[in-house]
């Protein structure tokens, strides 16, 4: 099993950032790809970005140069570095981990088999 924890979430302005963290724990060592993914009010949930255990990431077309995803292999800790936030990136944010690799997974978080518990990121206009 793999623990995951988000955090750095909150309430920025539009052209803000912010940088989301997940600490993994337990059997990290089995996990081959790592994501973000997001949910608005209303809406399903949607990949931002994954990346598998070589480095190679993966974005969403509407956060491409405007997030990093990143990795800490040493201190199982995942990043999401979100630069010029818009109000059309409010949502809850998640990570999500899977033994699976990010080319069989995609961005379908169905597929994701552990999950934090989420970070809610308020973008105001």
């Known amino acids: 099993q793999v623990q995951l924890v988000d955090s750095g979430g909150g309430s920025v302005q539009a052209g803000g950032s912010l940088r989301l963290s997940c600490a993994a724990s337990g059997s990290t060592y089995s996990t081959r790809c790592m994501g973000w993914f997001r949910q608005a009010p209303g809406k399903e949930r949607e990949g931002v970005a994954t990346?598998?255990?070589?480095?190679?990431?993966n974005y969403a077309d509407s956060v491409k140069g405007r997030f990093t995803i990143s990795q800490d292999n040493a201190k199982n800790s995942l990043y999401l570095q979100m630069n010029r936030l818009s109000p059309e990136d409010t949502a809850m944010y998640y990570c999500?981990?899977?033994?699976?690799?990010?080319?069989?997974?995609?961005?379908?978080?169905?597929?994701?088999?552990?999950w934090g518990q989420g970070t809610q990121v308020t973008v105001s206009s």
């Open positions: 999500a981990a899977d033994r699976r690799y990010c080319s069989v997974l995609g961005m379908q978080w169905r597929y994701f088999n552990y």
């Open positions: 990346i598998d255990n070589g480095g190679t990431t």
